[in-house]
């Protein structure tokens, strides 16, 4: 048995410590907001939050992560400004990829006291295979704006 801490819950799961934290998150506790994209760690579908940081749960095992604190985009508050400027801006497209947008990004603006729009554009490095990046870049800037009306 391994013990995780998953959105503020400890979760025991009965799974081998070499377990992609991705199907960790997917199969055994049926959070299905991480998606898988690559299995590689390229796309950032599958990214969620280790203490706080961006993770790319496919490249990462379950093993790796006991005794973090691990937040998948259920976790996310729904009033978080990131989650709120996607609904603002309708950025989804098709939305496959959007949670591991939403995560990264907030991931960044918590790491980073005041990065601008641009700074945070340049370093997103997610994949939306329907090229909703227009719209990924209004989110951006508008999370970036509530972000800081709330600072």
């Given at each position: ?9 400890v979760?025991?799961l009965?799974?081998p ?5 991705l199907?960790a998150?997917r199969?055994?506790l049926?959070?299905?907001g991480t ?5 590689t760690g ?10 706080g940081?961006?993770v ?15 937040t ?6 729904e009033n ?6 996607w609904l603002?801006?309708?950025?989804p ?29 340049s370093?997103?490095d997610n ?17 970036v704006?509530?972000?800081k009306?709330e600072?």
């Amino acid at each position: 048995m391994i013990s995780l801490s998953v959105n503020s819950k400890v979760q025991e799961l009965d799974v081998p410590g070499d377990t992609p934290l991705l199907w960790a998150l997917r199969d055994t506790l049926d959070l299905k907001g991480t998606k898988f994209g690559c299995g590689t760690g390229d796309c950032g579908c599958c990214t969620v939050h280790v203490d706080g940081e961006a993770v790319r749960s496919c490249t990462v095992t379950v093993e790796e992560v006991k005794g973090k604190k691990i937040t998948t985009i259920e976790g996310l508050p729904e009033n978080h400004p990131v989650k709120q400027a996607w609904l603002k801006e309708q950025v989804p497209q098709c939305g496959y990829c959007q949670p591991g947008f939403i995560m990264q990004l907030a991931a960044e603006l918590s790491l980073k006291p005041t990065p601008s729009a641009e700074q945070l554009i340049s370093q997103m490095d997610n994949i939306c295979r329907c090229s909703a990046y227009a719209s990924i870049k209004r989110g951006i800037k508008t999370a970036v704006q509530m972000t800081k009306k709330e600072a």
